[in-house]
């Protein structure tokens, strides 16, 4: 799947350009839900992706999802992980993401106005 992604002045960025778990995270429909019963302590929250749902610690970079169990070594984090670092404001926005490429969801979720 070739998904792009277009930087604030205007250059396309592919997944082979990037860590594509950060694109996928930036680009896909995921809500982060951070007071759902099976989100435990400060860390925990609930993805949905694609009517799945994960349950991610981003302290510890822990998800539940088939890739982190199996494809994943220690140096590599899941989409979702990514996502929920960045709707809780873990990890910061990079500074050349075009606001308008990201999932309408996180958008709110930041509050970020355009
Ligand atoms: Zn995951």
């Not at 070739?2 to 250059?11: F, K």
């Not at 950060?22 to 993805?47: F, I, N, S, Y």
């Not at 494809?71 to 075009?98: F, S």
């Amino acid at each position: 799947m070739a998904q792009s992604i277009t930087m604030s002045d205007g250059t396309e960025l592919r997944p082979s350009d990037l860590e594509d778990a950060l694109l996928r995270a930036l680009r896909e429909p995921m809500l982060v839900c951070d007071d759902h019963p099976d989100a435990w302590g400060d860390h925990q929250v609930v993805v949905y992706n694609e009517a799945r749902e994960y349950v991610v610690n981003t302290d510890v970079e822990h998800c539940t999802c088939p890739a982190m169990q199996y494809h994943y070594d220690a140096e590599e984090v899941c989409k979702h992980i990514v996502r929920a670092q960045l709707a809780t404001g873990e990890r910061e926005m990079p500074a050349w993401v075009n606001l308008e490429a990201v999932d309408d969801m996180l958008r709110r979720r930041l509050e970020v106005e355009r």
